[in-house]
């Protein structure tokens, strides 16, 4: 029984240190929310043909900027389910979350279950670092506090939601959607806002694109915990869980070749807005319709294939059984120079074109 209330005390006593330190030490040297109340994402450089194709895009972070009110309510409750279920009803800190991680993780032997909330993660991400300390949880919780009272639930859930990494260069919801399954934000399904809420935790590890397993065990997952928490009907379960998904593999970026005009725009907006130009959000409308463009890339792409086949291939192939003999030779044989062994190359092309 002794042991019992020494325990308490001590947890008091911790409590208590950690509380000074946080009036004393922590709140003076609190960072201003500047870039929050006054929220400036970086948005690429987008080059769009005359029919408004996307054909260039340029930046260091892929991010579409959307309002909450233009986010789908099923992913804002993906989301929720897997991030912050209390969102809406704690301040800012989930101080259940964190006394049932405790207890968890006191069961456990170790930390398995997260207490950080959307708004701790909105903190940490603009203001504070990745590292695990305590220090670093204190400034964590100190701004989540202060964040709430600068700005309403639905502006944080905005901020997050078009902030955080999701992988594959993508910053944002909107962006992820484009990325992985090639949609407008408002047109993704039920099951794809679960793949994609399941992205924040570990980006590289639940990539669809990467590990497509993992990231199906991820996505049921949620399904069943937005299930849990009557976010969505059994029906709705059901149907997001055995639909097939199409995520974009690792191949062309664009639907229209266009480069080299994307590569002049960028080239003349640089000239202009210099390291600028990719951050802004800057969006230019070439003359090129799409249709033409890509009728004119296929044209000039027979024509050189067709071209090719007339005259043969001049490449090394058919020079690697003589370089072999040549090579085979004793060392004091001269090496054909280049200007021979063009000559026989156009010789084999004018016997191979005469056999045609």
Same mark, same amino acid.
């Given at each position: 029984?002794?042991?019992?209330? +020494?325990?308490?005390?001590?947890?008091?006593?911790?409590?208590?240190?950690?509380?000074?330190?946080?009036?004393?030490?922590?709140? /003076?040297?609190?960072? &201003?929310?500047?870039?929050?109340?006054?929220?400036?994402?970086? +948005? $690429?450089?987008?080059?769009?043909?005359?029919?408004? !194709?996307? &054909?260039?895009?340029?930046?260091?972070?892929?991010?579409? !900027?959307?309002?909450?009110?233009?986010?789908?309510?099923?992913?804002?409750?993906?989301?929720?389910?897997?991030?912050?279920?209390?969102?809406?009803?704690?301040?800012?800190?989930?101080?259940?979350?964190?006394?049932?991680?405790?207890?968890?993780?006191?069961?456990?032997?170790?930390? &398995?279950?997260?207490? =950080?909330?959307?708004?701790?993660?909105?903190?940490?991400?603009?203001?504070? =670092?990745?590292?695990? #300390? %305590?220090?670093?949880?204190? %400034?964590?919780?100190?701004?989540? %506090?202060?964040?709430?009272?600068?700005? #309403?639930?639905?502006?944080?859930?905005?901020?997050?939601?078009?902030?955080?990494?999701? @992988?594959?260069?993508?910053?944002?919801?909107?962006?992820?959607?484009?990325?992985?399954?090639?949609?407008?934000?408002?047109?993704? #399904?039920?099951?794809?806002?679960?793949?994609?809420?399941?992205? $924040?935790?570990?980006?590289?590890?639940?990539?669809? +694109?990467?590990?497509?397993?993992?990231?199906?065990?991820?996505?049921?997952?949620?399904?069943?915990?937005?299930?849990?928490?009557?976010?969505?009907?059994?029906?709705?379960?059901?149907?997001?869980?055995?639909? /097939?998904?199409?995520?974009?593999?690792?191949?062309?970026?664009?639907? !229209?070749?266009?480069?080299?005009?994307?590569?002049?725009?960028?080239?003349?907006?640089?000239?202009?807005?210099?390291?600028?130009? %990719?951050?802004?959000?800057?969006?230019?409308?070439?003359?090129?319709? =799409?249709?033409?463009?890509?009728?004119?890339?296929?044209? +000039?792409?027979?024509?050189?294939?067709?071209?090719?086949?007339?005259? @043969?291939?001049?490449?090394?192939?058919?020079?690697?059984?003589?370089?072999?003999?040549?090579? =085979?030779? /004793?060392?004091?044989?001269?090496?054909?120079?280049?200007?021979? #062994?063009?000559?026989?190359?156009?010789?084999?092309?004018?016997?191979?074109?005469?056999?045609?």
């Amino acid at each position: 029984m002794l042991g019992f209330f +020494v325990s308490i005390a001590g947890i008091i006593v911790c409590a208590g240190l950690v509380l000074a330190y946080a009036l004393v030490v922590a709140m /003076p040297n609190l960072p &201003s929310l500047e870039a929050l109340t006054d929220y400036k994402p970086k +948005v $690429p450089l987008r080059i769009y043909t005359a029919d408004h !194709v996307l &054909s260039g895009e340029f930046g260091e972070e892929r991010r579409r !900027v959307v309002r909450i009110q233009d986010v789908p309510d099923h992913l804002k409750k993906a989301v929720l389910a897997i991030e912050d279920a209390r969102f809406y009803d704690h301040g800012g800190v989930d101080l259940t979350g964190i006394l049932r991680a405790g207890t968890v993780a006191l069961s456990n032997g170790h930390a &398995s279950q997260g207490a =950080s909330t959307i708004t701790m993660q909105v903190a940490r991400n603009f203001f504070l =670092s990745s590292e695990k #300390t %305590y220090t670093r949880k204190i %400034y964590e919780m100190l701004l989540a %506090y202060k964040i709430e009272r600068a700005l #309403t639930k639905d502006q944080i859930l905005e901020v997050y939601m078009n902030q955080i990494y999701l @992988g594959q260069r993508a910053y944002g919801f909107a962006s992820a959607a484009r990325v992985y399954f090639e949609k407008d934000l408002k047109d993704v #399904t039920l099951a794809e806002a679960a793949m994609l809420a399941g992205l $924040p935790k570990a980006p590289s590890a639940y990539n669809p +694109v990467v590990n497509p397993k993992r990231a199906k065990v991820r996505q049921e997952y949620i399904l069943q915990r937005m299930r849990e928490l009557n976010f969505i009907s059994e029906d709705e379960y059901e149907k997001a869980k055995t639909q /097939p998904l199409v995520v974009k593999g690792q191949g062309r970026e664009f639907s !229209v070749h266009a480069e080299y005009v994307a590569e002049m725009v960028r080239q003349m907006m640089y000239a202009q807005y210099r390291e600028e130009a %990719y951050t802004r959000g800057l969006n230019v409308v070439t003359t090129i319709d =799409s249709a033409d463009q890509d009728a004119a890339y296929r044209a +000039v792409r027979k024509g050189l294939m067709n071209y090719e086949h007339r005259h @043969g291939y001049r490449g090394p192939e058919g020079y690697i059984g003589r370089i072999r003999a040549i090579a =085979s030779r /004793p060392s004091t044989m001269r090496w054909p120079s280049i200007r021979t #062994t063009a000559r026989s190359s156009r010789r084999w092309s004018r016997r191979r074109a005469r056999r045609k």
